[in-house]
């Protein structure tokens, strides 16, 4: 068949069909994940037959009625466009630049954001501990059952004793599971305290506040057994960590609502989306420290019977973290 | 919501109520993405979420087959936290390393695009996979275990998912929390697919149509004889029961131009390529012109006008 047989829109195809069929292979072979590999004739090539073939869809659309081929070419000019403007971010680097800089960064410019967190978490202990110093049934109160793990103030003392420095066979065994709930629900709470700040800051507030009213009230019954200070090691050792990680995480829920609560000049969607790079990065690093949480209280808990080295491990760590928080990026670039 | 009265506004409201993001790149022309629907997010979910646990059970059931012995309450136990931590940096990994889809949104054909048009940011994926927890695991376990509610929880759950649904049903690009926050929306990933031209095959000389007679129909007339066409080819025989379809299609199409000559029933496929070529030619050169034509009602509004 001759070319003059062909309406216009057929042999307007005919003439540049070539190209497409061009462009759809370089961007296959971009889209799996090579668009590093494409040599810079390659490249060259992708950028000039993207051009080339976003205008014949636009001719395409003013001239063609063929739904098929207006259907191909918005489907490949689409992935063509994903292909030049919006490819594969390079990963390499991403960690040592979170850990090196822009992690530490974001911690030290959401102070405000960790201290609230700080402060909340601080009330709650201490409204804890004065309450329950003054009637021990307000323990029932701040413990949710299934955390007490059959600590509570009907227990006796040899008990209490036993769950600290796992000598027992008894009640408190199976600790594993137990340790693997309350550090799930530990990893809950700060998912919430993030998460949940968006909404004014007070869900943040309240998760804090109640898990300081549990650690409150929890060290208040050893205390009156005289196991303060054992009871300090026992938490020492995982909770530094946990502890400040939830407290990170509440104070990234922080920053989101002080961001919906006092947006400046943006618009309160637009502060919420800045205020949310810090806040992503507060996650990730009460997420790390979670991790690491879990780690130390699975195993170091029960290897490291001793309560001096207990709290050495414990606030060792502690200080580790506020070195990485406080230490690196401080130089421009 | 208007009424269509003609089958050709009933498709140009249904293609109105699918969801386009217009994205503009340097070159001028407008491209668009089609947002994907709730549902179809959903079965991509509901794909991660089978592919995760599966991995986690298989990392379990490799250790417990290790030399050292575990007992039922450890492996428990080393589950519970594997899924815990294969979930969020699963998520974030598959959609940084595949440029945002993970397994479930391949098998479905979605991929996540940034609402700036520009590549994904690591912050992006990290951001909307953590509201992910938020979002879709916590509600849904907790679902999982409504029994044990009591009922002031459920409220507070039902209202919790009235609130996640309501968000992204009340925006434009079906963005959930997590993708505002991210600046991210899902799209269906465009099929690429080229089909032959229709109007370069078959001969012409056996029907001709003059002008009179291609003044009738419309641009949706011709796409859908167009799907019509495609689903039988010039070169493949006619399949039984489209065969009474197409004769039928021919009828009609000679009744409403005016087409006097006898067209035998085994050339109706024939007819209607010919119409077809002849139709889309007519169409084409008017809309060169200035002249669009979207369907057989296009004179009604040089009418009333």
């Known amino acids: 068949m001759t070319d003059v047989a062909h309406i216009r ?10 190209d497409w069929l061009a462009l759809e292979k370089l961007v296959a072979r971009a889209e799996r994940g090579a668009a590093a590999k494409l040599s810079f004739e390659e490249s060259r090539e992708l950028a000039r037959l993207y051009r080339s073939t976003t205008t014949s869809l636009s001719v395409a659309r003013d001239i063609s009625l063929d739904k098929a081929l207006l259907a191909y070419l918005e489907a490949l000019v689409a992935r063509a466009y994903i292909a030049v403007y919006a490819p594969q ?14 992690g530490p960064r974001a911690m030290r410019r959401s102070w405000i954001g960790i201290m609230m967190g700080f402060v909340a978490m601080a009330l709650g202990v201490v409204i804890a501990y004065a309450l329950f110093m003054q009637d021990q049934s307000w323990y029932y109160t701040f413990m949710p059952l299934e955390m007490a793990g059959g600590r509570h103030p009907g227990a006796s003392t040899e008990t209490l004793r036993d769950a600290i420095f796992d000598t027992g066979e008894g009640a408190l065994a199976g600790l594993g599971i137990f340790a693997a709930f309350l550090f799930s629900n530990n990893t809950r709470v700060a998912l919430f305290a993030f998460s949940l700040g968006v909404f004014a800051c007070v869900p943040s507030f309240l998760l804090t506040l109640f898990n300081g009213l549990v650690l409150g009230a929890f060290y208040g019954l050893h205390e009156s057994r005289d196991l303060g200070y054992e009871v300090f090691g026992w938490l020492s050792i995982h909770g530094v960590t946990e502890l ?7 104070g990234g829920g922080f920053m989101l609502g002080l961001a919906v609560l006092f947006p400046g000049h943006v618009s309160r969607k637009d502060a919420l989306r800045i205020a949310s790079k810090d806040a992503v990065k507060l996650a990730v690093i009460s997420a790390i420290m979670l991790f690491v949480a879990g780690l130390l209280e699975g195993f170091g808990r029960q290897i490291v019977q001793d309560t001096e080295m207990r709290i050495m491990i414990g606030w060792g760590i502690g200080a580790l973290w506020l070195a990485w928080f406080l230490l690196p990026g401080w130089g421009r670039r | 919501m208007a009424r269509a009265s003609t089958p050709a506004e009933a498709a140009r409201l249904a293609e109105k109520r699918q969801r386009f993001a217009v994205l503009t790149p340097p070159e001028g022309v407008p491209i668009r993405f089609e947002v994907a629907t709730l549902m179809g997010r959903a079965g991509a979910q509901i794909a991660d979420i089978m592919l995760t646990f599966l991995g986690a059970l298989a990392i379990v059931i490799v250790i417990a087959l290790l030399p050292f012995n575990m007992g039922g309450d450890a492996a428990i136990t080393l589950l519970f936290l ?5 979930r969020a940096p699963y998520y974030i990994l598959t959609e940084l390393l595949w440029n945002g889809q993970t397994l479930g949104k391949r098998m479905t054909g979605l991929r996540v695009l940034a609402a700036d048009g520009r590549g994904l940011t690591t912050h992006g ?7 992910k927890e938020v979002e879709v695991f916590i509600p849904g376990t907790m679902i999982l275990a409504s029994q044990s509610l009591g009922l002031v929880w459920t409220l507070v759950l039902i209202a919790w998912i009235a609130i996640l649904l309501i968000v992204p049903l009340t925006n434009r690009k079906r963005q959930r929390i997590g993708d505002i926050l991210a600046n991210t929306y899902v799209v269906r990933q465009p099929k690429i697919l080229l089909l032959p031209d229709l109007s370069t095959t078959g001969a012409d000389e056996e029907f001709v149509f003059s002008a009179d007679q291609l003044e009738h129909y419309g641009r949706f ?3 859908t004889l167009e799907t019509l066409l495609r689903a039988n080819p010039l070169d493949q025989a006619v399949k039984k029961d489209m065969q009474k379809t197409l004769v039928e299609v021919m009828r009609q199409i000679c009744r409403k131009i005016g087409y006097d000559e006898p067209v035998a029933d085994d050339r109706a496929l024939a007819f209607l390529h010919a119409f077809y070529k002849a139709q889309r030619a007519f169409l084409e050169q008017k809309q060169l012109f200035g002249d669009v034509r979207d369907d057989k009602h296009h004179r009604r509004d040089e009418d009333s006008g």
């Open chain 2, 221 to 223: 007339e011709l796409q």
């Open chain 1, 89 to 102: 971010e390079t990963l390499s680097g991403v960690v040592s630049r979170f850990f090196l800089r822009s």
């Open chain 1, 244 to 250: 400040s990680a939830i407290i990170i995480a509440a």
């Open chain 2, 82 to 86: 594997l899924s815990l931590f294969i």
């Open chain 1, 9 to 18: 829109s057929a042999r307007f195809r005919e003439q540049r069909e070539a």
């Open chain 2, 125 to 131: 994926v990290v951001a909307r996979n953590i509201l």
